[in-house]
């Protein structure tokens, strides 16, 4: 039972971190430096898409570390780790604080919904 809960958290976290890259990714490509009029709305743009990158990371982690683990506390787990992420880039990077209350917000807000899909028989007791 613990080494499904270790290994749910753990295919979670790379999930999400997976899923942040590729989201980041996608928008870079896509924006790129041309991605509206003037530069601010390139920016704001890519500054919405981090945050987005965000929620769906810990979304896609959450669920898979749920599936997983089957055990209602690992989307928690997976989100928390997003949420510290969103924090420690605040402090190596700084952004608007729009930025990181959004990210943590809905990262958490990603983990209570992926922490609602674990079926009520199979989740394991704490």
Same mark, same amino acid.
């Given at each position: 039972?613990? =080494?499904?809960?270790? !290994? !749910? +958290? #753990? ?5 999400? /971190?997976l ?7 996608g ?6 430096? @041309?991605?509206? &009029? $003037?530069?601010?709305? @390139?920016? =704001? ?13 810990? %979304?896609?982690?959450? #669920? ?8 209602? +506390?690992? &989307?928690?787990?997976v989100?928390? =780790?997003?949420?510290?992420? +969103? =924090? #420690?880039n605040?402090? /190596?990077?700084?952004?608007? #604080?729009?930025? $990181?209350?959004?990210?943590?917000? %809905?990262? %958490? ?6 922490? $609602?899909? +674990? &079926? ?7």
């Amino acid at each position: 039972m613990i =080494l499904r809960r270790v !290994g !749910g +958290v #753990l295919a979670g976290a790379i999930v999400a /971190n997976l899923t942040i890259l590729a989201v980041q990714f996608g928008a870079h490509q896509a924006l790129g430096t @041309a991605a509206g &009029p $003037s530069p601010a709305e @390139a920016t =704001l743009a890519m500054k919405v898409m981090v945050v987005v990158a965000w929620t769906l990371g810990a %979304l896609a982690g959450g #669920l898979v570390a749920a599936a997983i683990a089957r055990w209602r +506390v690992a &989307p928690w787990i997976v989100g928390a =780790l997003v949420a510290v992420g +969103v =924090l #420690l880039n605040q402090l /190596n990077v700084p952004t608007p #604080l729009w930025m $990181s209350a959004a990210g943590i917000a %809905l990262a %958490l807000l990603a983990a209570a919904f992926a922490a $609602s899909r +674990v &079926p009520a028989d199979q989740r394991v007791a704490l």
